[in-house]
């Protein structure tokens, strides 16, 4: 059962990203404020979720969220700072977008590089626990998504329409046969396909 809020005194937004274990490709992020009421009986982990329920609920989340916005940081950006920070960075960004500021934010995982001077609070698993964080989840989600089938036109052969960029076996032997794109992140080790990386 998720809730709706974690606090309810000050106006709380919740964060997540998508795509941090792709080679290729942005990762995206999205802060979402949700009405203090907001229920919703599928709303949940965006992994947890078909692609068809996925898109359906984003409709809904921008449909009755107070506010909400995603932003990304692109592979070049990633490979200068590393996937945690640019994680952090792509979430600030989001937060910044925001038609309203929050005083409260509740983020997805256990780490976070603090918003300049907003209160936070990390919740492991998160997007499984809380409303807005959810909604993020399902929003970085799926914009990540609508951008990887949009440059899998490009390069067709990475297979991006199908896997968005992470490291399937047939990513890693096209990396491997045909090299880096410019829009891998050349700091993520692309191993033996025959090898699990997980």
């Known amino acids: 059962m998720l809730l709706a809020r974690y606090q309810y005194e000050l106006v709380e937004a919740g964060c997540d990203e998508a795509g941090r274990g792709c080679l290729a490709g942005p990762v995206f992020a999205a802060a979402v404020i949700l009405p203090h009421d907001f229920d919703h009986p599928l709303l949940n982990d965006s992994k947890q979720l078909s692609e068809e329920i996925r898109y ?5 989340i921008e449909e009755k969220a107070i506010a909400y ?12 700072i590393n996937i945690l920070n640019a994680s952090f960075l792509a979430m600030h960004r989001a937060i910044e977008k925001l038609s309203i500021d929050p005083q409260f ?10 918003y300049k001077k907003t209160p936070h609070q990390c919740i492991v698993e998160g997007d499984a626990k809380y409303f807005s964080i959810a909604a993020a989840s399902i929003l970085a989600k799926t914009y990540r998504d609508d951008f990887m089938k949009q440059i899998a036109t490009e390069h067709p052969e990475y297979d991006w329409h199908s896997n968005k960029g ?3 076996i047939k990513h890693r032997e096209t990396v491997l046969k045909m090299g880096f794109t410019p829009y891998h992140r050349r700091t993520f080790r692309v191993t033996d396909p025959q090898l699990s990386i997980f």
């Open 56 to 60: 359906k609920l984003r409709t809904e």
């Open 166 to 168: 992470y490291p399937t």
């Open 69 to 80: 916005a995603v932003a990304l940081v692109d592979n070049i950006e990633i490979d200068e």
């Open 105 to 114: 934010l509740i983020i997805d995982g256990n780490r976070f590089n603090k």
